[in-house]
């Protein structure tokens, strides 16, 4: 059975017309994150979660927000995606954050 | 800051023996993990090491050296689904957090 679910697999959005990505936990772990990874390269980290505390990377821009409204469920909204926000998000769990993590199936996002 | 390199290709052949290098420079390090990628999939983890030395798990061995800030993943009897991308992922305990190289893209052929 899958860990951790991401909804939905593929999304389409217009240029500007905010999104929001869904993801969800069977484990009940602490540490929840959201990566986003373009072709060919590493999957960034754009924030994680230790329970309820927030972590935003230093790099990841006001336009990505992110909420956990309980252990089981975090979402990151894209409030203006442009052409550039296109790729894969990744959203992982670990029960500490030096655990490995386990990861969803990730949302593929295009922007026309 | 951390700096994490790893080959971007490597290609081997089917039932070879193949090692993917990973160098890492980091302060606070507290362990090393290898995730496997496959093309549009998410990653999957394959191992950690915390400790120098030689980790096996089946056909993946990884072999750590805190000294050196040198890590490998050793792949045997390669087989085809064997091709994907590997991951090698740093653990810092003062950022709290893990980073990932760009990865090694392995490809195995007949």
């Known amino acids: 059975d899958a860990m951790v679910i991401q909804n939905p697999r593929y999304q389409v959005t217009q240029f500007g017309k905010p999104v929001t990505l869904s993801c969800s936990q069977t484990?009940?772990?602490?540490?929840m994150y959201w990566y986003q990874q373009k072709s060919s390269q590493a999957p960034k980290l754009l924030f994680h979660?230790?329970?309820?505390?927030?972590?935003n990377e230093a790099d990841t821009p006001d336009n990505f927000q992110s909420r956990r409204p309980n252990t089981s469920f975090c979402f990151l909204d894209i409030r203006s995606p442009g052409l550039g926000d296109a790729a894969m998000y990744l959203c992982?769990?670990?029960?500490?954050?030096?655990?490995?993590?386990?990861f969803g199936p990730g949302t593929r996002l295009t922007v026309l | 800051g951390q700096n994490i390199d790893q080959p971007t290709e490597m290609t081997a052949t089917e039932g070879a023996i193949v090692q993917i290098n990973c160098t890492y420079q980091?302060?606070?390090?507290?362990?090393l993990f290898w995730y496997q990628q496959h093309a549009g999939e998410a990653p999957t983890f394959l191992s950690y090491?915390?400790?120098?030395g030689l980790e096996e798990k089946g056909r993946f061995s990884s072999f750590l050296s805190r000294s050196k800030g040198y890590s490998y993943l050793l792949l045997k009897e390669l087989q085809m689904k064997d091709s994907a991308s590997y991951l090698c992922?740093?653990?810092?305990?003062?950022?709290?957090?893990?980073?990932f190289g760009d990865g090694t893209t392995l490809t195995v052929k007949p």
């Open positions: 980091t302060s606070g390090f507290n362990g």
């Open positions: 484990l009940n772990h602490n540490v």
């Open positions: 979660y230790y329970d309820k505390d927030f972590n």
């Open positions: 090491n915390v400790l120098d």
């Open positions: 992922a740093v653990y810092n305990t003062n950022a709290g957090k893990s980073t």
């Open positions: 992982a769990i670990s029960g500490t954050s030096n655990n490995e993590q386990f």
